[in-house]
Structure formats: C-alpha cells, structure tokens
C-alpha cells in the first residue's frame, strides 16, 4: 500500500498544480491557462522526473527481483526532491526579504 501511495500522491500533486493560482505582479492570477504555463515553465519538468522515478522503480520492482535497478532510480527522485526543496527555501528567503523591503 505504501508503495503505491507516494507515486499516487505526486502524480496527484502534478495535476493539483495546474489548478493552483499564482501571484504575478502583486495580483492573484486563477486563469488556467496561465496558471498552467507558469506551471510548465517552473516546477512542472522537476516534478515530472520525480514522479516518473517513482513510477519507474515501482515498476521495475514488481516485475522483477533485482533491487539495483530499483535503488538507482529511488535514489535519483531523492535527489530530484532535495533539489527541489532547496529551490523552495530559496523561493522562501527571497520571498521574506521582499516582504521586509516593504
């Protein structure tokens, strides 16, 4: 169950973000369309090859015994999610220091 559960939950996520707002210009923006290209141009590819990892290893997993080939494409979506979060708590402290300029 809980193999299955963090690819679900990613994969879920993707589809989420493309309905998510976002503020541009100091303005809330809910059109899909440029929700979903602001999407695609950030954290869409990032998010893409995590959950693909996810996926991948999962499959490789249940169709076969050999943990190698699992544990390298684990490994890699680890690595994909560290990148990430450390661009949000870049996105974070850039955001704070904006907040204190005003």
Do not use: H, Q
Not at 23 to 42: K, P
Not at 73 to 98: D, H, N, P, S
């Amino acid at each position: 169950v809980f193999a299955w559960g963090t690819p679900s939950f990613w994969t879920f996520d993707i589809a989420i973000n493309f309905c998510t707002g976002i503020c541009r210009g100091g303005e809330l923006v809910m059109e899909w369309r440029s929700v979903a290209l602001n999407y695609c141009r950030t954290w869409f590819v990032l998010d893409l090859l995590v959950v693909l990892c996810d996926w991948v290893s999962l499959a490789v997993g249940l169709s076969s015994g050999d943990t190698v080939k699992m544990l390298r494409f684990t490994k890699l979506g680890r690595v994909l999610r560290i990148v990430g979060i450390m661009r949000m708590v870049r996105v974070i402290r850039i955001v704070e220091e904006a907040a204190d300029m005003w």
